[in-house]
Nanobody, 124 residues
Framework: QVQLVESGGGLVQAGGSLRLSCVAS????????VGWFRQAPGKEGEFVTA???????YYADSLKGRFTFSRDNAKNTVYLQMNSLKPEDTAVYYC??????????????????WGQGTQVTVSS
């Protein structure tokens, strides 16, 4: 497993942008899929986006066009650029890693390593 540490969350006004980062430790990170999930207060967690080890990305349909996911394997880091933020994007955002065999998944159960989360708050 890898250890994941998220950063970049904070308070932003609606329409603003944030960039989340997730730094991983572990030699196998470059061969793992990485995803972002989020959980808002009182709601179930939901899939946000994921990226395969080759850099292919896929997104929740409702977020396409506003969020961009990228990775820098040399730095063991992934980035989630979030633009045009809305109050409904308010949530704790979690970075997670999945083994190569689960690449392409958007199911939380397929992700075996999780960060502690970073809070994103979007004010109206």
């Amino acid at each position: 497993q890898v250890q994941l540490v998220e950063s970049g969350g904070g308070l932003v006004q609606a329409g603003g942008s944030l960039r989340l980062s997730c730094v991983a430790s572990g030699r196998t990170f470059s061969k793992q899929a990485v995803g972002w999930f989020r959980q808002a207060p009182g709601k179930e967690g939901e899939f946000v986006t994921a990226i395969t080890w080759t850099g292919a990305t896929y997104y929740a349909d409702s977020l396409k066009g506003r969020f961009t996911f990228s990775r820098d394997n040399a730095k063991n880091t992934v980035y989630l650029q979030m633009n045009s933020l809305k109050p409904e994007d308010t949530a704790v955002y979690y970075c997670a890693a999945a083994p190569l065999s689960r690449s392409g998944s958007n199911r939380p159960d397929d992700f075996t390593s999780w960060g502690q989360g970073t809070q994103v708050t979007v004010s109206s």
